[in-house]
Nanobody
Framework: QVRLVESGGGLVQAGESLRLSCVAS????????MGWFRQAPGKEREFVAA????????AYADSVKGRFTISRDNAKNTVYLQMNSLKPEDTAVYYC???????????????????WGQGTQVTVSS
């Protein structure tokens, strides 16, 4: 019954910002890290960012560090990805996910996530 629904994607120019949201439902997510991944055309899905349940522990891909910020509002079962200074190479379908087990540290690998949303398209024009 777990469901993750992403929103907030769209078309922007390079240098602009977007904020993605992911609402989770179906059960309690207490203790579970959540993350964002992305997949560009012709590329494998890659890790973007992840955050612990408490929000204190975060992890970022080197390609987005300093530009993207992940956060969550547990009262709303929602995780956010604030994306600033967007580049054309950020163009991809962005997916949110929740880990299969609870833990303190947010993992970077796809196999550690059990549930996935359908994705939201982000397109950055030059």
């Amino acid at each position: 019954q777990v469901r993750l629904v992403e929103s907030g994607g769209g078309l922007v120019q390079a240098g602009e910002s977007l904020r993605l949201s992911c609402v989770a439902s179906g059960r309690t997510f207490a203790g579970y890290p959540m993350g964002w991944f992305r997949q560009a055309p012709g590329k494998e899905r890659e890790f973007v960012a992840a955050v612990s349940w408490g929000g204190s522990n975060t992890a970022y891909a080197d390609s987005v560090k300093g530009r993207f910020t992940i956060s969550r509002d547990n009262a709303k079962n929602t995780v956010y990805l604030q994306m600033n200074s967007l580049k054309p190479e950020d163009t991809a379908v962005y997916y949110c996910a929740v880990t299969r087990t609870a833990g303190l540290l947010p993992p970077r690998y796809q196999y550690e996530y059990a549930n996935w949303g359908q994705g939201t398209q982000v397109t950055v024009s030059s």
